[in-house]
């Protein structure tokens, strides 16, 4: 199973950007999908998730901002980023839990860099 991240670079403040995030490989079903980020020095947070059946959940401070979505034909995970602040500079990953028989695993994109200048 891999995971393609893309959609970071470079924004003013107040622009946006969308992340995708396409699954490829072997599997039987994706159930949650998520996006995380990390700063230099910080532990790497949820920023929001989905669930199999459309339920998401956000961070506080990207609610109203944020907007996750999937493709379940394409197994790809969207970000949609408005209004970016500078505090939302980091390096995003993305993530998917694969289901199997034996138990449902991880995985975790290579991370996309987004830079909001202000």
């Known amino acids: 199973v891999q995971l393609q991240a893309s959609g970071g670079g470079l924004v003013q403040a107040g622009g946006s950007l969308r992340l995708s995030c396409a699954v490829s490989?072997?599997?039987?079903?994706?159930?949650?999908m998520g996006w995380y980020r990390q700063l230099p020095g910080k532990q790497r947070e949820l920023v929001a998730g989905i669930t199999t059946g459309g339920s998401t959940n956000y961070v506080d401070p990207v609610k109203g901002r944020f907007s996750i979505s999937r493709d379940n034909a394409k197994n790809t995970v969207y970000l949609q980023m408005n209004s970016l602040k500078s505090e939302d500079t980091a390096v995003y990953y993305c993530?998917?839990?694969?289901?199997?028989?034996?138990?449902?695993?991880?995985?975790w994109g290579q991370g996309t860099l987004v830079t909001v200048s202000s």
């Open positions: 490989g072997s599997f039987l079903s994706i159930t949650a």
């Open positions: 993530n998917v839990q694969i289901w199997r028989p034996a138990g449902t695993r991880s995985y």
